[in-house]
């Protein structure tokens, strides 16, 4: 089935244009809440947000939506988005909803869905909410007696920053390491810096002063340019780096480099096989992870397996084949036994703790591998699908004859923008930017 609300991550677009929408939204909470609502109990649903403007307007949408169908509602305001899945099974909720474009500008809003266990909703739920969506849902509103009530729950900050916590080694303290946090000026913007503080460390903060526009902009994960220049400036030990509802890390070294989600698997990855929590036997990631990542995880006798792009993806594999560590090269890291989806403050919590163990710099311990050379480029299309092109395969094909056994190819449209995502890696990196080149031209011809 062809979803035509739900992407790879949520119902995500433009805020206040078709699907966030104020009328959709309340369609969501309406629908939403009579997918969860199953048995006589009273039913809950947990409703966190960052820090974009366009938050307040759906979040009044949902909460009309959920409370007209008879769930009570808490609201968290701003708060990451693996601390709502959090929430909602310490809170013994029935759903959780995060409000969030994640690493997209403030002019976008997103809005993603977990069930009572924490974990994001499977195809058949989506499509189960997205038929009522479309749906007259007036017959199944609860009646005037029934109707559901909001609560703000003013402990959620302090609930999670306690989880983080938790999740550090029993003995671990980060006295003497100086961090400079970037929070994207996001979701995370007050728990990152308290809980990291609360861990020993000297925090230096920056991106922490939303103003509902400023998320993402020149400043987190995918902009960590003033965090290299902070780091190096202060002689930090180590730069951390979240994205707007703060579901990925990318660290910065002590000598300003970046380090991404690939190498941060390889350290978390290691320092659990050595300590025997490692369990799988490996490592899941997606087929974006870099060729080095799997080579290096062979070395230590451990296996990569590949999924298509998405944390949901990336988890659904983690539980079929029963691996507690799994991530994104783009820094998303799920580590199952803390939690359902990705979080990057107990990921960074993680790197940290192998950094105080060893008592060696960040660029040591961070760098586990050279990476194969690899280029990304994204292709922008009004419309329609060139990648079925005859034309475009055609280069595709060729393209993956002159790589050889000795290089790789991932051509797919983005499941959040209108763009193809051509990627490539091969040790030979002259040929690599050749055939990708090829690639992109024959897209951008096929959709012109």
């Known amino acids: 089935m062809t979803k035509r609300y739900f992407g790879t991550d949520g119902i995500r677009g433009k805020a206040n ?23 006589g109990h009273r039913h809950r649903a947990v409703i966190g947000k960052d820090t974009r403007l366009s938050g307040y307007m759906i979040e009044t949408a949902l ?27 310490s809170l013994r909720a029935d759903v959780g909803v995060m409000i969030s474009a994640s690493h997209n500008p403030f002019d976008d809003n997103g809005i993603k869905i977990f069930g009572p266990d924490g974990f994001k909703l499977s195809d058949e739920l989506e499509a189960e909410i997205e038929e009522m969506l479309d749906a007259d849902l007036t017959p199944r509103l609860a009646p005037p007696h029934a109707l559901g009530r909001n609560t703000r729950v003013d402990s959620a900050i302090d609930r999670y920053v306690e989880f983080v916590k938790r999740t550090a080694p029993r003995d671990m303290r980060l006295d003497g390491i100086r961090i400079v946090l970037d929070c994207a000026n996001g979701a995370a913007y007050k728990v990152a810096p308290t809980a990291l503080w609360e861990l020993g460390a000297e925090v230096i903060p920056i991106g922490v002063k939303p103003d509902g ?27 951390i780096a979240l994205d707007g509802d703060a579901d990925r890390v990318i660290i910065v070294d002590e000598r300003g480099h970046i380090v ?45 397996v590949r999924t298509r792009v998405g944390d949901r993806y990336v988890v659904e594999q983690m539980r079929a084949g029963g691996f507690n560590i799994g991530g994104e090269q783009s820094g998303h890291i799920v580590l199952s036994d803390h939690s359902t989806t990705g979080d990057g403050l107990i990921a960074a919590v993680q790197v940290l703790a192998v950094v105080a163990r060893t008592g060696k710099r960040v660029s040591e311990v961070c760098h586990r591998f050279e990476p194969v050379p690899q280029i990304l480029k994204n292709v922008r299309i009004q419309g329609g699908k060139p990648l079925e092109s005859p034309a475009v395969q055609a280069v595709i094909d060729e393209a993956t ?19 193809i995502r051509v990627m490539g ?5 002259g040929l690599l930017a050749s055939v990708v080149d090829d690639i992109v031209d024959a897209v951008g011809r096929a959709a012109a």
């Open 17 to 39: 244009r078709w699907p966030i929408t104020p009328d959709v939204a309340l369609k969501i909470g309406m629908a939403t809440g009579l997918a969860f609502s199953r048995g």
């Open 401 to 419: 004859g002159r790589l050889g056994a000795g290089g790789r190819l991932v051509i797919r449209p983005s499941g959040t923008e209108p763009l």
């Open 63 to 89: 909460v009309a939506g959920f409370t007209s169908v008879g769930l009570d509602v808490f609201q968290t305001g701003p708060v990451p988005t693996p601390a709502v899945a959090m929430l909602t099974r």
């Open 213 to 239: 526009f400023n998320i993402n902009d020149h400043c987190g994960s995918t902009d960590p340019e003033a965090l290299c220049e902070r780091v190096r400036e202060v002689r930090a030990d180590i730069g």
């Open 260 to 304: 991404d989600g690939d190498q941060l698997l390889a350290v978390i990855a290691q320092s659990w096989q050595e300590e025997g929590t490692l369990v799988g036997g490996g490592v899941v990631a997606t087929v974006m992870s870099n060729l080095g990542l799997e080579r290096y995880l062979r070395s230590l006798g451990l296996d990569l």
């Open 425 to 429: 890696e091969a040790d030979d990196a």
